[in-house]
């Protein structure tokens, strides 16, 4: 399940392992969630420890921006670019650390995938997310344009689980 998959393909060895522990974390997320069993705290530990291992890098680094685009390929190289909905997680993160440059390339995905669509689903969230940070990176007010998914939630008042 977590092998070699089309979103992984091409990227550092660091950047996989992370997309790599956000599947394992959503779908540790969706078992617990069925199980009735799912502790915020833990969900919570576990997606900060990824994060602050991506906080290391940030987007205006070449290799997170050549990442970025491996991973805009792989979201293009779907077989249905509905499947985007189901990958929100992974959405959020990467385009939430795309440059200018590549933000008309995450539109197009999103805009393919028929996000808006349902304005209801972590997918419409994510996006949100992503837009948001794009937002705060170009408002000349923030002092470091430091902005990561975190902040920008925080900013558009959500608190939710993007799985």
């Known amino acids: 399940?977590?092998?070699?998959?089309?979103?992984?393909?091409?990227?550092?060895?660091?950047?996989?392992d992370e997309?790599?522990?956000?599947?394992?974390?959503?779908?540790?997320?969706?078992?617990?969630?069925?199980?009735?069993q799912l502790s915020v705290r833990e969900l919570t530990t576990r997606a900060l420890e990824i994060d602050r291992k991506l906080k290391r890098h940030c987007?205006?680094?070449?290799?997170?921006?050549?990442?970025?685009?491996?991973?805009?390929?792989?979201?293009?190289?779907?077989?249905?670019?509905?499947?985007?909905?189901?990958l929100s997680w992974p959405l959020c993160i990467a385009g939430s650390m795309a440059t200018e440059d590549q933000q008309a390339a995450f539109l197009e995905i999103t805009t393919k995938a028929k996000i808006h669509r349902y304005p209801f689903g972590s997918s419409n969230h994510a996006l949100a997310i992503i837009q948001e940070c794009w937002r705060m990176r170009d408002d000349e007010n923030l002092a470091?344009?430091?902005?990561?998914?975190m902040v920008a939630m925080r900013n558009l008042g959500l608190n939710v689980l993007l799985a």
């Open 59 to 86: 987007p205006d680094v070449p290799e997170i921006h050549d990442n970025v685009s491996k991973t805009i390929d792989a979201f293009k190289a779907l077989p249905q670019p509905e499947l985007i909905r189901s």
């Open 1 to 16: 399940m977590y092998g070699n998959s089309h979103l992984t393909r091409g990227c550092e060895e660091w950047i996989t």
């Open 144 to 149: 470091d344009g430091n902005v990561d998914w």
């Open 19 to 36: 997309l790599l522990k956000i599947m394992k974390l959503a779908h540790w997320k969706d078992t617990m969630k069925e199980k009735k």
